[in-house]
């Protein structure tokens, strides 16, 4: 190895003593170096669109931690105005909705990543909890965190503090189409400590991973998704994922029931133009658990629709976005069985709708939401309002921030 880094020295200085004397001999400039690459915006944290990431990020040498580490962000804050306010909850509200900066390493084959900083959960249909009491109920201030080891482009493992392989919407506001996550959402683990595989063969990628589920600590969930490129404007995703063992955990952000359950997806996404399309279907089962007061078991279908147009570069709405969002869940059982509280009661049904218009410039953006919720079949105490009796909430939304 010194040997041929000597001697690619002195070929180096051997073409420019010859570029040198060229030059003197007809006064003409030797041709400029050729520029650097710009890098490459890091893909982690995940976007669905339409908000896209800094292209230009900031990048460090940190010596034996990367010789290019990106160091990005997002600080942004929210707007919320709500009726039928459930307790504890309130009808407006200013709050940060994301702090937070990422430390990524992608080259080489040892790999990292961070993700540190305070931030909130909007939630559909859902009381809201602030950014000052959200990473200490849910995932911490260092919310994800992994090592990678990548041998080659086509094989990697992972393990840490991992973002859910499961569902269509990722865990953190800035990511979504949406400010708030939705119906769907409710029923999948968001953060989960573990192991994960990944491998990709031709135009299918899979990934495999040994997990807690939803942040629970006990290390009984098996996960896995297998998604098909079918061409450059369509995927195709099946995902599976499921407790191996009936645990008892119960902390905010590790539902007991749901900690429980199995949970199936099917999520097809086009992307051609201005448009991005997404159908996804959901299935859920949460299996009898006599040891907690559960008799029998309960399942949810859920299906959800995602569809984003971009305004052209060109039109004069250049920036703008409008994302919409439509659901629809039910659940299985009833009071009278025993059947398991999946939703607002057991057996009850809901649909959504969400509207975001949306505009961005360079790394700055703004957006509006309204939404609404409507649910059915429901059970008193499990709605809406203060006595859990309104079966609907509308909800106006704004956000605005940086993502550097």
Excluded: C
């Amino acid at each position: 190895m010194t040997y041929r880094i000597t001697s690619l020295l002195a070929a180096a200085a051997a073409a420019s003593l010859l570029a040198g004397a060229a030059w003197a001999d007809d006064q003409t400039a030797p041709p400029a170096a050729p520029a650097a690459a710009a890098p490459t915006p890091p893909s982690t944290p995940a976007m669905s669109g339409p908000l896209a990431v800094n292209p230009n990020p900031l990048t460090l040498d940190l010596g034996p931690l990367g010789k290019m580490v990106y160091i990005t962000g997002a600080v942004t804050g929210l707007g919320l105005w709500q009726n039928n306010v459930s307790p504890g909850d309130h009808g407006a509200l200013v709050d940060l909705s994301n702090a937070q900066i990422f430390i990524n390493k992608t080259d080489g084959v040892f790999q990292y990543f961070l993700q540190v900083g305070a931030y909130s959960l909007p939630d559909l249909g859902s009381p809201y909890l602030s950014a000052s009491k959200t990473p200490k109920a849910t995932y911490g201030l260092l919310s994800q965190g992994f090592l990678k080891i990548a041998p080659n482009a086509n094989f990697s493992i992972e393990a840490g503090a991992l973002p859910t392989l499961i569902g269509a919407e990722y865990t953190f506001s800035f990511e979504n189409m949406n400010i708030e996550r939705g119906l769907l959402w409710n029923q999948e683990p968001a953060v989960s400590r573990g192991v994960q595989v990944n491998y990709t063969v031709g135009p299918v990628a899979f990934a495999l991973s040994w997990n807690d589920g939803f942040y629970s600590k006990h290390y009984s969930w098996l996960s896995g998704s297998a998604t098909w490129t079918i061409n450059k404007t369509n995927t195709l995703a099946f995902v599976g994922a499921g407790n191996t063992e009936h645990t008892t955990v119960a902390t905010t952000a590790t539902p007991q029931l749901l900690n429980n359950e199995q949970i199936y997806n099917i999520i097809y996404t086009h992307t051609e133009g201005p448009w991005i399309i997404s159908p996804y279907l959901q299935y859920t089962r949460v299996p009898s658990l006599p040891a907690l007061g559960v008799p029998v078991a309960a399942s949810t279908w859920g299906a959800a629709l995602f569809v984003n147009y971009t305004f052209d570069a060109k039109s004069k709405l250049s920036g703008f976005s409008l994302p919409v969002r439509v659901e629809y869940i039910s659940s299985t059982g009833n009071a009278i069985n025993g059947a398991p509280n999946l939703m607002y009661g057991p057996g009850s049904k809901a649909w959504s709708i969400t509207v975001t218009p949306t505009y961005q410039y360079k790394i700055y953006f703004v957006r509006a939401e309204f939404s609404y919720v409507d649910a059915s079949s429901t059970t008193p105490g499990s709605a809406f309002g203060p006595l859990g009796v309104a079966t609907s909430q509308t909800r106006g939304l704004i956000e605005t921030g940086v993502l550097f």
